[in-house]
């Protein structure tokens, strides 16, 4: 059997690369187009001679520094994937900050508001980090989670439209992403939901009264994703599907993969976006745990644990070291640690402890509070 998961593997990152090295840079995010369309047409023609750089992002000579920015993050994470599908990995895991503005939709704000630094990540995303506290609501979160499973389709669209499934957790979700990429040649995939029951919104239940809902166990979760309604059954991927892009999927949604993972074997590409795997606490069986935790986080960017190192963020990008960072008022985050796991609150605790801070930093930082102060 597992000959066979390799054989399929092989099989299919073969397919992967060669369909995206023939394409070169089709995949080119909305915001590249708008902002750097000069500089990624010259890029486009040196981008297909070597297939490290298929998705716009060389991640050889610096692994181990944070992004300075959206655009720079973006091409970090596209070159982090591309290197996993060099070394045939088909279970990835990718973590962005929450409620991460990645500016691909269009916003309701002046041009005076936009802003293209590593900060448009953070501030207003997530709100244990300083500087996030603009309010995460949940149509912020859900729209970050799209943004970002359209900057993926986007990544893998030279294999056609018909081999990319992008999952959402509901048809309320879906339906917002048929609607917002019906038409655009650029996102071209199926778009479907794991709950196509159409019970869940985002605002409560859809028509009818309200109901109070009764506390689940993983075993009736489970029940309940089995069981056949008489209109669809459980879950299944779209026929011919090669990457399935799961977004932000819960525990229940977890349960589901599993079963897909189980079904579609290593020759599909699963890869969890915003899955937050790390914050699990349970799974619904020990072969879950393994199966999950066999994932590679191919890109994290998100808060350390702020009780234990206030201000300070992780990053990896496959096949780098894990880095903790510090995010100081003004500048750009400094590495304060690295490793080759991720840090656990302890270890956040300790590197914070050990850390220096110069007096420059210190001066400016103080400086900076001081301006708050006065607009206060």
């Known amino acids: 059997m597992h000959s066979l998961f390799q054989k399929e593997s092989t099989m299919m990152t073969r397919k ?59 091409s970090k994470c596209r070159g982090a994937v591309q290197k996993a599908l060099e070394n045939r990995l088909s279970r990835m895991d990718v973590e962005m900050p929450v409620g991460a503005n990645f500016g691909v939709e269009k916003k309701k704000v002046s041009s005076s508001r936009k802003r293209s630094s590593l900060a ?19 149509e912020k979160l859900d ?52 709950d196509r029951k159409g019970k869940r919104s985002r605002g409560g239940l859809m028509g009818g009264k309200k109901k109070k809902k009764k506390a689940k166990g993983f075993a009736s979760k489970m029940a309940e994703e089995l069981e056949d309604d008489g209109s669809s059954g459980p879950f299944n991927l779209p026929k011919d599907t090669e990457v399935a892009l799961f977004v932000a999927p819960g525990p229940k949604e977890l349960i589901a993969i599993e079963r897909i993972c189980n079904e579609a074997g290593m020759g599909t590409c699963v890869i969890l976006l915003n899955a937050r795997l790390s914050r699990v606490e349970k799974y619904a069986s020990d072969d879950a745990r393994k199966l999950f935790e066999s994932f590679e986080p191919v890109w994290f960017l998100g808060a350390a644990s702020q009780e234990k190192s206030p201000g300070c963020l ?6 780098g070291k894990w880095v903790l960072a510090r995010k100081p008022k003004i500048g750009a985050p400094k590495t304060i640690a690295i490793q080759d796991d991720m840090f656990t609150g302890d270890e956040c605790a300790e590197a914070y402890a050990t850390m220096e801070v110069s007096e420059i930093e210190k001066t400016s930082e103080k400086l900076a509070m001081n301006v708050a102060e006065w607009f206060k």
């Open 120 to 138: 448009s990540l953070t501030d207003g995303g997530d709100s244990s980090m300083e500087g996030g506290e603009e309010g995460l609501t949940m």
């Open 314 to 319: 992780m990053h990896r990008a496959y096949p």
């Open 16 to 74: 992967l690369l060669t369909t995206t090295l023939c394409i070169g840079m089709a995949a080119v995010s909305a915001f590249q187009q708008s902002s750097f369309s000069s500089s990624a047409a010259a890029q486009s023609s040196s981008s297909r001679l070597s297939i490290g750089k298929v998705f716009g992002g060389d991640n050889t000579t610096k692994e181990q520094q944070l992004p300075k920015d959206v655009k720079d993050a973006i």
């Open 143 to 194: 729209t970050s989670n799209r943004e970002l499973a359209r900057l993926f389709v986007e990544m893998f669209q030279p294999l056609g439209g018909q081999h990319i499934s992008a999952v959402f957790n509901d048809e309320i979700l879906a339906d917002e992403a048929r609607k917002l990429w019906s038409g655009d040649l650029s996102v071209e995939c199926n778009i479907v939901a794991i």
